[in-house]
């Protein structure tokens, strides 16, 4: 990964249940590392539980790329079933 050490860096969370090859596919094909990151949650029975998610971590374009790639992956792989 080449991100300069002043360089701002964002996360993009990665959803539970994302196939792992398209969590392989997105660190092939864009300049990310997959981070862990506890999150609270807000949903149904478990509001404030905090859980240990994945996250892509990048510079905030290429985030921004990863993020629109992931979802159209998502999709696509949501389609086919």
């Known amino acids: 990964m080449n991100m300069t050490d002043d360089e ?3 996360d ?3 959803p539970p ?3 792992q090859k ?3 596919d997105v660190t092939e094909k864009f300049d990310v590392k997959v981070v862990e ?3 609270k949650l807000k949903f149904a029975n478990m509001e404030g539980d905090e859980r240990e998610l994945l996250a892509f971590r990048g510079p905030l374009e290429t985030i921004q790329k990863v ?3 992931m979802l159209e992956q998502l999709k696509a792989f949501v389609e086919e079933k």
């Open 17 to 19: 249940g994302v196939p």
């Open 8 to 10: 701002p860096l964002y």
């Open 67 to 69: 993020e629109k790639y």
């Open 37 to 39: 990151r506890m999150e």
């Open 12 to 14: 993009v969370l990665i």
């Open 22 to 24: 398209i969590i392989f």
